[in-house]
């Protein structure tokens, strides 16, 4: 897949959103359609998610749940670089400071960020 993938409702001939008694769709590229009725929120932010997942998928060259695991396993290293790098810099130097290092204060923000919070 080489272009990016969008989800988007289809038109009848009349520009209204095609449905039938039993179908209603979302077009997810040339993928897959998603089952919803004009108005329905929750399936459009689904349709909108799946495609989001194959845009991904084609960026990356990986799925959704590579990315989280290779996500799990950098940010555990960052916290052990941390933690290594703070007793490094609390041997050397006052301890009671070795928080207000530059380095730590980053590596402080990444964590963070990753974790979904603010430092």
């Known amino acids: 897949m080489n272009k990016p993938v969008t989800a988007e409702r289809l038109y009848d001939n009349d520009g209204r959103p095609y449905s039938t008694l ?3 769709h979302i077009d997810i590229g ?6 919803a009725p004009p108005g329905n929120v929750e399936q459009e932010r689904y349709a909108a998610l799946i495609a989001e997942a194959f845009n991904v998928a ?6 959704p749940r590579q990315l989280a695991e290779q996500r799990g396993r ?4 960052v916290k052990e670089l941390r933690s290594e790098l703070f007793l490094k810099i609390a041997d050397k130097h006052d301890p009671k400071t070795a928080h207000n290092w530059p380095e730590i204060q980053r590596a402080d923000a990444a964590i963070a960020d990753a974790e979904g919070a603010t430092p």
């Open 22 to 24: 039993y179908e209603a």
């Open 74 to 77: 950098l940010l555990a290293m």
């Open 30 to 35: 040339d993928i897959c359609m998603v089952w």
């Open 58 to 63: 084609s960026e990356t060259g990986m799925t």
